[in-house]
């Protein structure tokens, strides 16, 4: 695979791979710990130090790897004694003949500080780094389908416990313990854990915790009242995310929360019967703002606290939890291989939360659900 450099001699980022997915994407290469990538007009190159040089050359998809130990005893030549990463690196970019270089636009400022002090010209890439990663080939769309069977596994774990649970003064207790939002997220990780998945950041939100998108949720769960469970695990052998929110009730729901929820729902699939190619994120956004007026539910701020529905419709899933394209107010058009999520929500105080979630695929005349768990919600 060939690199456009509008004039650069090659593409440079440094970073640990394990928390950069741009690196991870054109390296196919985790580490913990930073290295130094190349990508010339016909070639990739990675710098690895010794602790994982073998391994790169197993794994990494690139076509050299060179010593980091080399270029920095060439270094200490030069008189450092212990050179720093950065002085490795010029004399890396020495050897190779590399003078005008693109960077990504998160690059280390000091880094990049002591190259342009040493002759070196840097240029900020366009972003996003690599928009190709957005069309995932079917290789992606499996990693991404196995991380949704772990996520189903973790939802299901969820709401059996929920399920399960019996009330006392209207709080859930498990197994004669208190079922808080806590708990729950505990066994949702170690099932994810089962499953080669790591969850982090999982949503276990009741009452109006829910009705803040990202609060995790704390505390006893309770009785009639919504309870928003949104599971986003990353697969351990991949890397590739999957993400699925249900709303649940334990035991019978104010006809309040039952309407929201049946409105939700509808909404949920009002936007996935437009997901297809050549469909306008926004456009379908706004269809759910407008159904959601003409059903009576306003949006904005009331008691100090933005209320009704008030964020995105969904968002591109792979290599990060959030990614492109977007389906919201940027005018982003879908194409075949998106993979999206689909997930509107409403929040009021007093009433509860609810949102639910679907990953699908965007196919030539329309999508995959990559999530088959039925939704659910008084249980």
């Given at each position: 695979m060939s690199?456009?450099?509008?004039?650069?001699?090659?593409?440079?980022?440094?970073?640990?791979?394990?928390?950069?997915?741009?690196?991870?994407?054109?390296?196919?290469?985790?580490?913990?710990?930073?290295?130094?990538?190349?990508w010339t007009t016909g070639e990739k190159i990675l710098l690895a130090n010794s602790l994982e040089i073998d391994r790169?050359?197993?794994?990494?998809?690139?076509?050299?790897?060179?010593?980091?130990?080399?270029?920095?005893?060439?270094?200490?030549?030069?008189?450092?004694?212990?050179?720093?990463?950065?002085?490795?690196?010029?004399?890396?970019?020495?050897?190779?003949?590399?003078?005008?270089?693109?960077?990504?636009?998160?690059?280390?400022?000091?880094?990049?500080?002591?190259?342009?002090?040493?002759?070196?010209?840097l240029e900020v890439a366009g972003e996003p780094l690599f928009p190709e990663r957005q069309i995932k080939d079917e290789d992606e769309i499996a990693s991404v389908r196995r991380a949704m069977q772990a996520t189903e596994a973790g939802m299901e774990t969820a709401i059996g416990g929920i399920r399960a649970a019996q009330v006392r003064d209207g709080a859930l207790f498990l197994e004669g313990e208190p079922l808080t939002s806590e708990r729950l997220r505990r066994m949702v990780h170690q099932t994810l854990m089962d499953c080669d998945?790591?969850?982090?950041?999982?949503?276990?939100?009741?009452?109006?915790?829910?009705?803040?998108?990202h609060q995790e949720g704390f505390g006893p769960l309770r009785a009639h009242e919504t309870i928003i469970i949104d599971i986003f695990p990353r697969d351990e052998r991949s890397g590739y995310y999957g993400d699925l929110t249900r709303t649940v009730c334990k035991g019978a729901a104010p006809e309040e929360a039952r309407r929201l929820y049946q409105t939700v729902l509808a909404a949920q699939q009002l936007g996935l019967d437009q997901i297809r190619p050549g469909a306008q994120g926004h456009e379908i956004h706004q269809s759910i703002q407008q159904f959601f007026i003409e059903a009576g539910y306003e949006t904005g701020e009331r008691d100090g606290f933005m209320q009704g529905y008030f964020h995105g419709t969904g968002h591109g899933l792979g290599l990060e939890i959030h990614e492109g394209p977007s389906i919201g107010r940027?005018?982003?058009?879908?194409?075949?291989?998106?993979?999206?999520?689909?997930?509107?929500?409403?929040?009021y105080r007093d009433l509860g939360g609810v949102r639910i979630e679907d990953t699908v695929v965007v196919r030539e005349g329309g999508y995959e659900n990559l999530a088959t768990l039925p939704k659910v919600f008084e249980v």
């Open positions: 690199r456009q450099l509008n004039g650069a001699d090659a593409l440079l980022m440094v970073g640990a791979s394990d928390r950069d997915a741009d690196l991870y994407y054109a390296t196919r290469f985790r580490a913990p710990d930073p290295f130094v990538f190349l790169a050359r197993d794994q990494a998809r690139v076509d050299r790897v060179l010593a980091y130990a080399e270029y920095e005893e060439r270094a200490k030549e030069r008189g450092a004694d212990l050179p720093a990463a950065k002085e490795v690196l010029l004399e890396l970019l020495r050897d190779l003949g590399l003078q005008k270089l693109q960077v990504p636009a998160d690059f280390p400022l000091g880094t990049a500080d002591f190259l342009r002090s040493a002759g070196v010209a998945s790591i969850g982090e950041h999982t949503i276990i939100a009741g009452g109006d915790q829910g009705c803040d998108p940027r005018e982003d058009q879908l194409v075949a291989g998106h993979i999206v999520t689909v997930e509107p929500g409403l929040y």
